[in-house]
């Protein structure tokens, strides 16, 4: 792919999954990377060394993305080391530690909603306002337009989830992107992938072992594909997004093996 050796990406919560998973590509394209983690330092060091294999430079940033301290801090970091940005993938997330059950209301609290919130939703919000003017600068005096990639969720799109304020977080990231395709064009395109079902450790924890091997099962035989999707499935989407849609912005698009057609266990709108 023409043009992409030497650009710089953030890519939020890229110890583990979805995001490591984003680094390592985009690494492989010639881009350079700013690893971020909040509290997986082992494997963030994982996928700086991942990255670094690729001949690609790379910086790790320990930084909450709902602080938007943090959120400053990384692009400061990453301005300091190359002078520029040209993407940020806002890979980080968080739910409840345990899945909702259905009909269980007092499963979470207000707490939960705010935590959550604050995470998957104020955190992208912070991370592209703190980056815009930056991307601005390089739109008006190169060219040089910026790309920011929202992972939101399947949850955000047909309400069905985690838990609720997971599945309010994903749509209001959904809203967000709508938002800022608008107020951040020309000088930056800004997209989503929501996911399906993936194979990760984070959807293990939440899930428990027993109803993460049956929603895989359910994958493998229910959806269109037949298949359960892997991190680097989606991976693949966002750095599509983020390297190579180049007349695309506001736009989402749902990386779930066909779930949401109507296969179980999710019915079509």
């Known amino acids: 792919m023409a043009g992409q050796k030497g650009k710089v990406a953030i890519v939020t919560g890229s110890a583990t999954g979805l995001g490591a998973a984003a680094a390592v590509q985009l690494a492989d394209l010639g881009w350079n990377i700013v690893v971020n983690y909040t509290r997986s330092k082992k494997e963030a060091d994982e996928t700086m060394a991942a990255v670094t294999a690729k001949g690609v430079d790379a910086i790790l940033v320990q930084a909450d993305v709902g602080d938007d301290a943090a959120c400053r801090k990384l692009i400061e970091q990453a301005m300091a080391k190359w002078g520029r940005i040209d993407g940020v993938i806002n890979n980080a997330g968080t739910t409840t530690p345990k899945a909702q059950q259905m009909g269980d209301l007092d499963g979470v609290t207000a707490e939960d909603f705010e935590r959550i919130n604050r995470v998957n ?56 992107t709508l938002a800022l395709a608008r107020w951040l064009a020309p000088a930056v395109r800004v997209n989503t992938v929501c996911p399906g079902f993936i194979q990760s450790r984070w959807l293990q924890g939440t899930m428990g072992a027993e109803g993460y091997a049956l929603a895989k099962a359910q994958q493998e035989t229910s959806t269109p594909l037949r298949q359960a999707g892997t991190t680097d499935q989606m991976a693949e989407t966002a750095v599509f997004f983020l390297t190579s849609a180049s007349n695309v912005t506001g736009e989402f698009m749902i990386v779930d093996a066909g779930m949401h057609l109507g296969a179980v266990p999710m019915r079509g709108r």
């Open 121 to 176: 939703v104020v955190g992208p919000y912070q991370m592209s306002r703190a980056v815009f003017p930056v991307m601005k600068k390089q739109w008006e005096e190169k060219g040089d337009r910026g790309s920011i990639v929202n992972i939101s969720s399947i949850a955000g799109v047909m309400g069905v989830g985690s838990s609720i304020p997971y599945m309010c977080s994903k749509g209001a990231l959904n809203t967000l």
